[in-house]
């Protein structure tokens, strides 16, 4: 049987952090709802049921999380970013995307999002 990429995917990450140029933005942490998908290579993991094949999503997951709470960001293009570098950084990810919400940053509006992507050649 062949095996395609494993899509994981961690849904609203709500997490606080300082986002934003505005003088209330610097000074008050605000949420943040973030969303990643993974694609990687899974079939040694899925053949083998061996944990060390796996892409380990809490590890993943916990680095996210103390990227956000420990640092401050002026744009989101820049969160995202740096989320996306962790969710890319193991050598089985094909392919990643970040999207990234800001609740509440426009009047009217639910959220306020972005979206980036990578994928290896």
Sequence with gaps: MQINNAVIRIKNLRLRT???FKDDEMQNKQDVVINVRIE???????????????????????EIISLVENNRFLLLEKLASDVLAIASAHASVNY???EIDKP???????SVSLTLSTQKA
């Design 104 to 110: 509440h940053a426009l009047r009217f509006a639910d």
């Design 96 to 98: 990643a995307e970040v």
């Design 40 to 62: 990687y290579k899974a079939s040694q993991a899925a053949t083998t049921d061996d944990v060390n094949t796996a892409l380990n999503y809490r590890t993943i997951t916990k």
């Design 18 to 20: 300082f986002i934003g």
